[in-house]
């Protein structure tokens, strides 16, 4: 009974135009390249004390980022 409401409330959510599925990022994409523009001059842990953005969340989006410009 449980999982029949759930998916009929699953079904009614993702007919709303400002569905997205899964966690909510916590960093927008502007914090995240404004932190990667400061490793061009600090290192990680200091962005990650300027930011609050973890060295391994900055070492993921700098990863993405490098393979989005060889995609592109």
């Known amino acids: 009974?449980?999982?029949?409401r759930t998916?009929?409330?699953k079904i009614l959510a993702k007919q709303k135009p400002d569905f997205r599925e899964g966690r909510p990022k916590k960093?927008?994409?502007k914090q995240i390249n404004h932190a990667l523009s400061l490793?061009?001059?600090h290192s990680y842990?200091?962005?990650e004390d300027m930011n609050g953005?973890?060295?391994s969340t900055l070492v993921r989006a700098k990863k993405e980022s490098k393979a989005d410009?060889?995609?592109n």
Request: glycine share 4%.
């Open 1 to 4: 009974m449980n999982v029949e």
């Open 7 to 9: 998916q009929e409330g």
């Open 27 to 29: 960093f927008s994409r």
């Open 39 to 41: 490793l061009e001059k």
């Open 45 to 47: 842990k200091q962005v």
């Open 53 to 55: 953005i973890s060295v």
């Open 69 to 71: 410009r060889i995609m």
